[in-house]
């Protein structure tokens, strides 16, 4: 063949490849993805489920800095080839034994005309929904790039209603609005709190996991899985045409990322089915993440505990040893010298209550906050002294409640607040983290409270993004695992390290002293900020009345105490915390047997009723054991749940004790109204529970013998 005839021939594929669009479908095919190039050489996608459509065609591409021609148009397929994968693994910790990762993938490798730079944009399409990523190969002419946005498009098929929180660079602690996507933009003004970091950057902006569900009975859900040296994705919505665009978390000078070749972006994920109940059981995120790079896991250890917290939270009891300013202006380097402010709550006698606590009723740990020096500084916003995580106040002897938690075989947790200084907490990481190893803590909870240090950096950044990916390695160097508070929400990465086994991320029930959570939250949380991972909610709170723990405090904890037990089965996390103070739990030692016997590792979970912001139903099987626990949490209206047990053993028989509101329980008149009994069930035995508004339901299942089951009755 001649130049000119192998020359035609090659234009003609390459013109063949690019003006086809590529389809792939899900295993099950009824989600359906097209990727097609626009007559501009723009790179677009869209999505349908069962024939209706998910996502319009929508534009993907990335904007550069200082770039004479950015990676958004101008494109041609140069390769396009599509695979299948089906596997199982098994999580260190999780809601199931076994996760299955089966999906169909297309790899389409554009070439931009002018610059012959290539882009390949991966597509992985599950059973319940999407995953793509930016992949960018090594090559000459893309090497090192700044990104100045991204510009992936969600192009939403109709005015769904959405369960949203506003756009913030520095936190995702707020309620969620629930509202048109149209809506959006004259809410957000009253979506922002009062202790909100900064105003949100558009008037249309949102975080994710962003949850939606349409007129006709499809749930959406937008998040994304791996981020990993790149800024934390949030949604600008264009809602004259409901569109959504990626916007990223600036840096300190406004740049979004730092790239060098070969990388690639975080994967976007769209969760979508017509049934609730599949998103939350959907594995995307953690499937889109690689697997464990930490060979031996037998040191990471779900974990119950109970901690001095709750009680610095409501105004009882102080972090700080003293009132006084301990500063270099000041001279006040000797803590022995500096006069207590009598209300300091890690001290010796208390956090031994708590260990005995712990001891008496089968906890595994005692988190203990304020034990340090340097709060008094942060509190009276000195920054001539910073917390170097080894040095306790006088009233705290490390060696003493060490050994005095290991004499009844409790693990203290240690507490780490950073002040939001990155740098200074990477300083003295390795000897903090010897620290623990030297007194027998193998678990901490991180804290980024307050504007990131250096100046200018925000929490969801690239930079401080990895920060926390830094401190969550080095911890497994150590052998320590990682609870971290005000740090960027989960994106599926604990599969990847799975010592880090909780985040805050989200409004927590901390934020029921500080004025009070919708009744619903708990019913949204796992459809959003659950997607990515488990959080450290800290439920627990029997007291609802947050005057009776400090009189200044006027908070109501808009819950029952029902609900509160519910909540150690549908907000899944391998760490979990007893909240509240043991005088409150000792008034419902009855109640609280649910805390004591709930598992906190599970061999199946069972998702049987599930309505965003109204309901949330699910059993789950207990790690290695015959035991299953049933959660159900209700939002503002009272409803009857209605569930069957056919997840248990046929042929076997079981004992159900069921903590439920009373017929008066009301989440503000009648919190503390509850209910418990017990009942023989089988695999054929069903239940119809009724759940007051903020409410709930919580049922321990154990398996028995015709003797243990005599004069109980039959449900």
């Known amino acids: 063949m001649n130049k000119s005839l192998f020359f035609t021939a090659l234009l003609a594929t390459v013109f063949s490849v690019a003006s086809l669009a590529q389809e792939l479908k899900s295993p099950n095919g009824q989600l359906n993805m097209s990727f097609a190039l626009q007559a501009d050489g723009t790179p677009a996608y869209q999505l349908s489920y069962k024939g209706k459509a998910v996502l319009k065609p929508s534009k993907l591409g990335l904007e550069l800095k200082n770039d004479a021609k950015s990676l958004l148009n101008d494109f041609v397929i140069t390769d396009a080839k599509t695979t299948s994968h089906d596997s199982s693994w098994e999580p260190v910790w999780g809601e199931e034994k076994i996760i299955r990762n089966h999906y169909n993938e297309l790899a389409v490798t554009l ?7 290539q882009l390949l944009i991966r597509f992985r399409l599950f059973d319940d929904g999407l995953g793509f990523r930016y992949e960018f190969p090594a090559q000459p002419n893309l090497v090192y790039f700044v990104i100045k946005e991204e510009r992936t498009q969600f192009a939403m098929a109709g005015n769904h209603t959405a369960f949203w929180i506003a756009g913030d660079y520095d936190t995702q602690e707020y309620d969620y609005t629930t509202s048109r996507l149209t809506e959006i933009r004259g809410l957000m003004k009253n979506a922002i709190q009062p202790n909100a970091s900064q105003t949100p950057f558009s008037d249309t902006g949102v975080q994710t996991a962003l949850m939606m569900k349409t007129d006709d009975g499809l749930y959406i859900n937008l998040h994304e899985a791996a981020l990993i040296n790149y800024s934390c994705m949030h949604l600008n919505l264009d809602d004259k045409n409901l569109v959504f665009e990626s916007w990223l978390t600036p840096d300190a000078v406004g740049d979004k990322g730092y790239i060098q070749a070969p990388a690639q972006s975080p994967w976007r994920t769209v969760i979508v089915s017509d ?6 059981a959907s594995r995307i995120t953690y499937n889109l993440n690689e697997p464990s790079k930490i060979e031996d896991t037998s040191w990471i250890k779900p974990t119950k505990y109970v901690g001095v917290w709750w009680e610095m939270i409501t105004g009882k009891s102080s972090w700080a040893y003293t009132n006084d300013v301990p500063s270099v202006q000041l001279g006040v380097t000797d803590f022995t010298k500096a006069k207590p402010n009598g209300m300091h709550g890690a001290t010796n006698a208390n956090v031994k209550k708590f ?10 740990g005692v988190l203990v906050e304020g034990w340090n020096i340097g709060w008094e500084d942060w509190f009276g916003n000195s920054k001539d002294y910073v917390f170097d995580f080894v040095t306790p106040y006088p009233d705290f002897n490390v060696t003493e409640l060490r050994d005095y938690a290991k004499s009844k075989g409790v693990k203290l947790i240690m507490h780490h607040e950073t002040s939001g200084s990155t740098r200074n907490y990477e300083r003295h990481l390795d000897k903090a983290f010897q620290f623990m190893k030297d007194n027998n803590y193998d678990a901490v909870k991180t804290g980024y409270v307050g504007p990131i ?30 609870n971290a508070h005000e740090a960027v929400r989960p994106t599926g990465i604990a599969r990847t390290w799975p010592n880090m086994i909780g985040n805050e991320s989200a409004r927590g029930t901390e934020f029921q002293a500080f004025g009070g959570s919708k009744p619903n939250h708990v019913t949204i949380l796992p459809f959003t900020r659950l997607i990515g991972g488990p959080m450290d909610y800290t439920p627990g709170v029997f007291e609802m009345d947050i005057s009776k723990i400090n009189p200044n405090n006027n908070s109501h904890c808009n819950s029952t105490l029902a609900n509160q037990l519910a909540l150690y089965v549908t907000m899944y996390s391998p760490l979990q915390m007893a909240a509240d103070l043991p005088e409150n739990y000792n008034r419902f030692l009855d109640a ?8 906190v590792d599970w061999d199946e979970s069972k998702y049987i009723e599930a309505e965003p912001g109204r309901y949330i139903t699910i059993a789950r099987k207990a790690k290695g054991k015959s035991s299953w626990f049933v959660g159900n949490v209700n939002g503002e209206a009272p409803r009857t749940s209605s569930i069957a047990f056919d997840f248990l053993d046929a042929g076997k028989t079981y004992i159900a004790t069921i903590y439920a509101d009373a017929k008066d329980a009301h989440y503000k008149t009648n919190p503390q109204a509850y209910t418990i009994r017990k009942v023989v069930v089988t695999n054929k035995s069903k239940l119809a529970q009724g759940s007051a508004a903020g409410g709930g339901y919580a049922i321990s299942i154990v398996e028995a013998t015709k003797e243990q089951t005599k004069g109980l009755k039959k449900l």
């Open 355 to 364: 260990i005995d606590f712990a001891a008496l009723h089968g906890f595994d």
């Open 111 to 117: 070439t931009q005309n002018g610059t012959n730079r």
């Open 275 to 280: 049934d609730a109940r599949v998103v939350l």
């Open 453 to 482: 240090l250096p100046k200018g950096y925000y929490h969801y950044d690239q930079w401080t993004n990895n920060h926390y990916q830094y401190v969550v390695e080095k911890a497994a160097q150590y052998k320590i695992m990682v």
């Open 592 to 599: 609280f047997q649910f805390i004591k016997d709930v598992a």
